[in-house]
């Protein structure tokens, strides 16, 4: 089973920029859809961007489009979220998820990182 390992989270300044690491541990990684979700106290996981590792197609919600990068480094096994000119509103948990099939619903990815904490402060 894949394993997924989030990092790059902290706190920043509203405006400012972060970026996100998922690390895939698992040789065959191109065989998973990728996507970035988030959650914020009291509201439900949301999803934020996503990336087809076969195509490398990319989807983003509406919210953070323009703004946000899913980006990867096969050699590496690793997924990016560049998060560039971010908002208190952008504060959460941000998860790392693999799936079978590219999906805006987090009900259809079947692997999930720890998380990693995102703060913004106005």
């Known amino acids: 089973q894949v394993q997924l390992v989030e990092s790059g989270g902290g706190l920043v300044l509203a405006g400012g920029s972060l970026r996100l690491a998922c690390a895939v541990a698992?040789?065959?990684?191109?065989?998973?859809?990728m996507g970035w979700f988030r959650q914020a106290p009291g509201k439900d996981r949301e999803f934020v961007a996503g990336v087809t590792w076969s195509g490398w197609s990319t989807y983003y919600a509406e919210s953070v489009e323009g703004r946000f990068t899913i980006s990867g480094d096969k050699a590496k096994n690793t997924v990016y979220l560049q998060m560039n000119s971010l908002k208190p509103e952008d504060t959460a948990v941000y998860y790392c998820?693999?799936?079978?099939?590219?999906?805006?619903?987090?009900?259809?990815?079947?692997?999930w990182g720890q998380g990693t904490q995102v703060t913004v402060s106005s």
């Open positions: 698992e040789r065959t990684f191109t065989n998973y859809n």
């Open positions: 998820a693999a799936g079978p099939g590219p999906s805006r619903r987090s009900k259809d990815y079947s692997t």
